[in-house]
């Protein structure tokens, strides 16, 4: 049984409360406006987005500007996208050459970023993989010498005073108590009852 959202379908429907209302669209707008740049970037488009909250503030998209968008709505007989401004053709290359240089800049990044996101996957399953061998993989005290064992039993006694102590300055002195019929270790190895 899931208990979260995470990636279950969500029903297309109106959400019944003012509040959750207005917190869903403050979430979901920044995503609308992020695939309507990407719409843009990618197909090289004119285009105008505009939201009206439930309060009724407007929240607009457009490119290259709400102004000539709007006039592409008063005129929408004209052929070319810049027919209404005045440039030359030296001008227009240009903006296309500029708008494929930073589209093939994007996608190197979006690129990049994925190889990193890759790799830091990678590195967590990894670290936590070893963390997990490092932990639970101390070898047997069989073959070891005197001095070997006298020095795991002072590393597990350190070990055991340090998480102590972290466990102390973590939950204080309300933390639950082991029962008094185990033994613990002071600094020194010696046993308390």
Sequence with gaps: MKFTKGKQKI???KVGAYAAR?????????????????????????TS????????KPYTFAYPSLKEAVGQFKNPLRDEPSATINTGPLVEAY????NQDLMERYMDLVEELEIKNEKERILKKIIKENKEKILWNIPPA????VEEKKWMRQTFVDLHVYLGDMALKCFGNDGDRSSSSQESYGRDGETYA
């Design 49 to 56: 987005f505009l939201v009206f909250s439930d309060s009724g």
């Design 142 to 145: 069989e073959g070891l010498s």
């Design 11 to 13: 029903e297309m429907k």
């Design 95 to 98: 903006r296309r050459q500029k």
């Design 22 to 46: 207005m917190i869903m669209f403050s979430k979901r707008k920044s995503g609308l406006f992020k695939k309507m740049n990407e719409i843009v970037s990618l197909c090289n488009v004119e």
